[in-house]
């Protein structure tokens, strides 16, 4: 039971990075100087989701 909530969280976590990528990358096509914004961020959810793989 333990590795399939594992598995859920892992995926919830990469759908999650995934959209929030997906967002910002079209907020940055409305205005250009979001891009810088949007790499930013992108690392910062990538810290996150290694923080959240880690503690499982």
């Known amino acids: 039971m333990r590795a399939e909530a594992e598995k859920l969280v892992q995926l919830l976590v990469r759908v999650r990075s995934s959209l929030r990528k997906i967002e910002l990358l079209l907020r940055s096509r409305n205005r250009p100087g979001e891009l810088t914004n ?4 992108n690392v910062a959810l990538g810290k996150e989701k290694a923080a959240a793989e880690a503690i499982l």
């Open 38 to 41: 949007a790499k930013a961020a």
